[in-house]
């Protein structure tokens, strides 16, 4: 089989490594791919939202199934796309990738349907958002409306702080056209739990579970970055908790989705605040996670390509879908600065070493100088491992993060302690 996987950060570095070990594929590529993908995967200079060029490069290479990655090619219609070009596409079409797209679609379809969220209102109009955090409960969270690279989020103690959040988004267009609305909500409590589930539109196989590790300093302080890291699976998700979650939320969420028309089939990401009155949905993501991804694939020990095709062919009831009991980390190393500004184009040393302790490190930003492997983002590796317990598993990792040197590579020392 060939595979092409659309994207070029951490997450498409871990799906390669886990297609790659499928018996069944000879080739892969990856568009448009980064320094790490590259010794394992084909690397193609073609934009991730370039739905018309990725479709033609796709036909005219033949390609056995394509893995659309990230949330913009998917609110783009990228599956769609490939599906009309006669390919096979993993990943939801444009019809059901608005769950994520749309933060008020996501909103509305959970209060039709009684599924646990924090309560809501939307504005498409500053004047209203503006006169409602007047009124509301204080802290609010302030949300713009469709994709901002999780950074459109406000978690807002005074009212000043909401008014600001508003203007931020509705007048200053901070986020582009993904502000044209905003959401306000009621602000949850508890611990935050990430859990992915293979869906075919009827049958859910739930991933185990994840913790996410989204502020940049240790303590959970600062701002709000892509994700620093990782652990699966998350000690707070007992079977209890994971029984009520699909009862309450996951299976009525792809049962309101295709009694909609809006068939998804993918792996669905459920963002939960696990509060005292229940899990509660905090976000969906029509496609896998990032940091969570490089952590959770290292527990999975069937062949992920079976799973795909499974969604695609709708028989994920019978697909063969295993995750070891270990546990795994995954350490996110970022450029100093991040998620501010930073420099790029730094040397990266102790890649080898850092293999030798045992990790996998998988790539976020960097391309290839020559010989070299420089800096190219912001997260620039996610350096993961596996272990018999939480413990060990971060062990290797920390380890591993000791022998890797750039200049100004910053990362947390708490992942998993808190
Ligand atoms: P989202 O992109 O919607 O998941 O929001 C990003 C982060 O903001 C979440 O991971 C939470 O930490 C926080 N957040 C979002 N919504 C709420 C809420 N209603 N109450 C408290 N925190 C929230
Ligand atoms: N880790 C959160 C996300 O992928 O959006």
């Not at 871990?14 to 069944?24: D, F, G, M, V, Y």
């Not at 005292?276 to 940091?291: C, I, M, Q, S, T």
Request: net charge negative; proline share 5%.
């Amino acid at each position: 089989m060939k595979v092409l996987i659309v994207g070029g950060g951490g997450r498409e570095h871990a799906l390669a490594w886990a297609i790659a070990k499928s018996p069944r594929v000879e080739g892969i590529v990856c568009a448009p791919g980064n320094g790490g993908i590259a010794e394992i995967a084909a690397c193609v200079d073609i934009k991730a939202t370039d739905v018309e060029g990725m479709v033609a490069y796709a036909v005219q290479e033949r390609f056995d199934l394509v893995v659309v990655a990230p949330d913009d090619p998917l609110a783009l219609g990228m599956v769609d796309a490939m599906e009309a070009a006669g390919l096979r596409a993993f990943g939801p079409r444009q019809s059901a990738a608005v769950i994520e797209a749309s933060k008020t679609f996501a909103k509305d379809l959970m209060k039709r349907h009684g599924i646990p969220t924090a309560d809501y209102a939307a504005f498409d109009e500053i004047n209203g958002a503006l006169h409602y955090v007047e009124h509301c409960a204080i802290p609010v969270v302030v949300k713009a409306d469709g994709l901002a690279l999780g950074k459109g989020v406000f978690i807002c103690y005074t009212r000043a702080d909401a008014r600001e959040a508003v203007r931020a988004i509705m007048q200053e267009n901070r986020f582009g056209a993904a502000g044209q609305r905003v959401v306000i909500e009621e602000c949850l409590e508890g611990p935050e739990v990430s859990v992915l589930a293979f869906t075919d539109g009827k049958t859910l196989v739930p991933l185990p579970s994840a913790q996410d590790h989204k502020r940049i300093f240790d303590g959970n302080r600062g701002p709000n970055t892509g994700g620093m890291g990782a652990i699966a699976p998350s000690p707070k998700y007992t079977p209890e908790l994971a029984a009520i979650v699909e009862r309450t939320i996951m299976e009525p969420t792809i049962r309101a989705m295709e009694a909609e028309g809006r068939r998804f089939q993918g792996v669905l990401y459920f963002g939960l605040m696990l509060t005292k009155d229940g899990p509660k949905v905090l976000e969906y993501n029509a496609r896998f996670g990032d940091p969570e991804t490089q952590a959770v694939l290292m527990l999975m020990e069937s062949d992920i390509v079976e799973a795909f095709e499974a969604v695609i062919d709708r028989t994920l009831d019978r697909a063969d879908i295993r995750f070891s009991n270990d546990a795994a980390v995954c350490v996110v190393m970022a450029s100093g600065g991040y998620p501010g500004a930073y420099e790029s184009d730094k040397p990266i040393q102790g890649l080898d070493g850092a293999t030798a302790c045992g990790a996998t490190v998988f790539h976020a930003g960097t391309k290839r100088d020559g010989n070299a492997i420089v800096t190219a983002g912001g997260r620039v590796l996610g350096v993961s491992a596996k272990g018999k317990d939480l413990e060990s598993a971060l062990q290797k990792a920390y380890d591993a993060c000791a022998c890797i040197r750039f200049e100004g590579a910053f990362y947390r020392k708490d992942i998993g302690r808190v």
